[in-house]
């Protein structure tokens, strides 16, 4: 079975700092993976999708690096600001059923001014 | 509307009740996703609706039943719960072409669900 984990679980940083999350996957077959964020109480919204034939994604401050071979995705996010507060989600897509997700627990993040 | 909507946002039952969630997505997807996110556990998958077949985490009681009348539309009816099914239920929704799924699923905001 399919095990996600993300560290670290919480992390608190002061506005401006260049910050990595991390997320580990125990089976490399995967389809895809995708980072999420959560806002306290609400649904979750797509930041970056990796397809397991590419090594990385980028959008504005945000940039996800794959390694399928070692079951690892990191999450960069730089120049941090108190609006990135939220908590970050890793998912891992699986063949063996149809569309299935498998998540981590998330990193809880707090950008302070 | 846009992108995946859910109703109600919030509820609260008694554990003998019947009440049903309500799901629809406005993206054109062929793919319906329950899922269910507690404070003890990670996010995890319920039902999958996929190009008319259905597809079960055989870890969800019976007391949830899923019905997809059409691909825009999903519904989770709930009767009998428990205290600990108290939690978020978010619906997501895909694009799937045949057996190949390599695209993102998008999420509604959830309904908080609370069993009293």
């Known amino acids: 079975k399919q095990e996600v984990t993300q560290i670290p679980a919480a992390l608190s940083v002061p506005e401006g700092e260049n910050l990595v999350l991390n997320c580990s996957f125990t089976?490399?077959?995967?389809?895809?993976l995708q980072w999420f964020r959560q806002d306290p109480g609400k649904g979750l919204t797509s930041l970056l999708l990796?397809?397991?034939?590419?090594r990385e994604q980028t959008s504005g401050r945000l940039n996800a690096s794959l390694d399928k071979s070692s079951g690892r995705s990191t999450l960069y996010i730089a120049a941090s600001q108190p609006g990135d507060s939220a908590t970050y989600l890793c998912a891992v897509k699986g063949g063996s059923t149809l569309g299935r997700l498998y998540f981590g627990r998330g990193t809880q993040l707090t950008v302070w001014p | 509307e846009t992108g995946v909507t859910q109703t109600p946002r919030h509820l609260v039952m008694g554990m003998t009740n019947k009440k049903s969630l309500k799901c629809e997505q406005h993206l054109g997807h062929n793919a319906m996703y329950w899922y269910k996110q507690s404070a003890k556990k990670p996010l995890e998958l319920m039902f999958v609706y996929s190009l008319e077949e259905r597809v079960e985490n055989n870890s969800v009681p019976s007391r949830f039943s899923p019905e997809c009348p059409n691909s825009s539309h999903l519904f989770l009816h709930l009767h009998t719960l428990q205290p600990e099914d108290s939690a978020l239920y978010l619906c997501?929704?895909?694009?799937?072409?045949?057996?190949?799924?390599?695209?993102?699923?998008?999420f509604g905001p959830g309904t908080r669900l609370t069993v009293t």
């Open positions: 089976d490399s077959a995967i389809y895809n």
């Open positions: 997501a929704s895909s694009q799937r072409t045949g057996t190949y799924d390599s695209y993102e699923q998008y």
């Open positions: 990796i397809q397991s034939s590419q």
